[in-house]
């Protein structure tokens, strides 16, 4: 299982993106909890940073696609504006011990 990195190198209210063999993916930390997501969005499946690490809007409340402008909750990935509304990102199962994220395969 891939290694990405210790949970404090993600401040609170932010993001960071990781490509993996299998493809990119990122971590949202909010609230002390984590998130993580495949890096791609349901209606293109472009990659929705703008910048690296750069997933989440001008308040770092939701996750934004850089491509059209989508906004998705932190919490499950659902789309609540934009052409996806409705739709999901593809959340990534990862595993926590002693404070390091590893992650399964994608």
């Known amino acids: 299982m891939p290694k990405l990195c210790h949970i404090d190198d993600i401040a609170d209210d932010s993001s960071k993106g990781f490509e993996l063999k299998d493809g990119s993916i990122f971590a949202v930390k909010k609230d002390g909890q984590l ?18 690490d750069q ?4 308040d770092n409340t939701l996750i934004q696609c850089s491509t059209h402008g989508a906004l ?15 739709e999901y990102l593809q959340p990534v199962d990862y595993h ?10 994608l």
């Open 35 to 52: 998130f993580v997501y495949k890096n791609s969005c349901p209606h293109l499946g472009v990659e929705l940073n703008w910048q690296e």
């Open 55 to 58: 997933f989440l809007d001008m």
């Open 72 to 86: 998705f909750l932190i919490e499950d990935g659902q789309c609540v504006a934009g052409p996806c509304m409705g």
């Open 96 to 105: 926590l011990e002693d404070g390091v994220i590893t992650v399964s395969s």
